[in-house]
């Protein structure tokens, strides 16, 4: 019966989300509205075999097409610093300044430790009442899901899917990341830390 119950709350819980999701995700950068800041979500630059994972560079390459698009002004980086070894900001910066993005467009949140910490730092923090998410499709709609349910008006830019067996594994993860994530709104659950604010201009 459990099983049961776990495989319907997670087939609803989709469809909410996707409903709620569907018209504020875009895939090209000619439609997609201007916003003055995008959220891009970090993650790991390296799997444990030593190869770039596929979804941060994908990442990287649509933070550079929104911003040449002139679709965002600036790029607030959120991911997690929990260690003075594993910092995925200060990485994910490196590499977007080697793509050309000048250092005074980017922004650092260190404290980016999950998706809802994120997203609430985004408005709590740095201010803002509207943003660009920027990652992957399954990963935006729950981004925006969160971000409009504590007030922010968000719209996400999709980077290219990774289509392997890695991204199966994925969708299960996120499966039970959404059920979460349900359960931290309902908790209204708050990030691990905030903090002073930053003015992003």
């Known amino acids: 019966m459990s099983v049961v119950f776990l495989s319907s709350a997670i087939v609803i819980t989709n469809k909410i989300i996707e409903k709620n999701t569907d018209e504020k995700i875009y895939n090209s950068t000619k439609n997609i509205p201007h916003n003055k800041v995008g959220l891009l979500l970090g993650t790991i630059k390296y799997l ?15 933070t550079k097409e929104l911003f040449e698009a002139n679709k965002i002004d600036f790029i607030l980086v959120s991911g997690d610093n929990g260690t003075k070894k594993y ?10 300044l080697e793509a050309g993005i000048p250092t005074s467009s980017i922004f650092l949140d ?14 709590e923090i740095f201010g803002q009442d509207s943003v660009t ?14 971000a409009n349910k504590k007030g922010i008006d968000a719209i996400g830019y999709n980077a290219r899917d990774v289509k392997s067996y890695a991204n199966t594994k ?3 993860r996120e499966s039970f990341a959404r059920l979460k994530m349900m359960l931290d709104l309902l908790l209204n659950i708050q990030p691990k830390f905030l903090g002073e604010k930053i003015e992003i201009k």
């Open 48 to 62: 444990k075999d030593g190869r770039i994972n596929a979804y941060y560079a994908y990442r990287i390459t649509a």
């Open 87 to 96: 910092d995925e900001p200060t990485t994910i910066q490196k590499d977007l």
């Open 110 to 123: 260190y404290a980016g430790f999950r998706t809802l910490d994120s997203v609430v730092r985004s408005k």
């Open 133 to 146: 998410i920027i990652s992957q499709k399954f990963h935006n709609e729950r981004a925006i899901y969160i």
């Open 170 to 172: 994925i969708q299960i």
